[in-house]
């Protein structure tokens, strides 16, 4: 399992909450476990077609002959998935290490934290438009932008909270 799997599950909730009508319970479930999915390449070869949107929409579309109501959440947890693994985030800076060295303030230590999380990290983007093509698009994050995109998604996070939350107050 990838170690960025909190990520994807939160990432898959949140724009769950956002784009979803239906937030049941069962509908939420079926976003995240739809938004680990993809992972499961990680048996044969990680950031397979599995990975792609296009394999990703059939695979939902399948369960549509089954039951509609499971094509939305389902289609929102695995390109959610998709989405954030299209984002790699540049290093080069040793940005890790240096967070990590704030924690630990053990320099050696630190190396070895950066070390085994660049392992699992190490990634080269995903296969955008398989079966057509085999081509890895990627998005590289340097430090400023990679804060812009935690911004970004923070204050997403806290629209979709409000959403939930004005919703469930105009109920009563
Ligand atoms: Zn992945």
């Known amino acids: 399992m990838d170690m960025d799997w909190i990520s994807h599950l939160l990432f898959g909730l949140m724009l769950g909450a956002i784009l979803l009508k239906d937030r049941s319970r069962q509908k939420m479930a079926l976003v995240a476990t739809a938004s680990l999915l993809p992972d499961l390449d990680i ?68 190396n070895n934290i950066e070390e085994n999380i660049t392992r699992y990290i190490a990634a080269d983007g995903i296969m955008l438009f398989y079966p057509f093509s085999n081509e890895k698009f990627s998005i590289t994050l340097n430090e400023e932008s990679y804060t812009i995109m935690a911004g970004f998604i923070a204050a997403i996070a806290i629209f979709a909270a409000a959403r939930l939350y004005f919703k469930e107050y105009r109920r009563r």
Not at 50 to 56: K, R
Not at 85 to 104: E, P, R, Y
């Open 43 to 110: 048996l044969w070869h990680h950031r397979s077609g599995l990975h792609s949107p296009l394999v990703l929409l059939t695979l939902a579309l399948l369960t549509v002959i089954r039951n509609r109501a499971l094509f939305a959440p389902l289609l929102v947890g695995f390109w959610s998935h998709s989405t954030l693994d299209i984002f790699l985030f540049d290093n080069s800076n040793h940005t890790i290490k240096n967070l990590a060295n704030q924690v630990v303030t053990n320099d050696s230590l630190a």
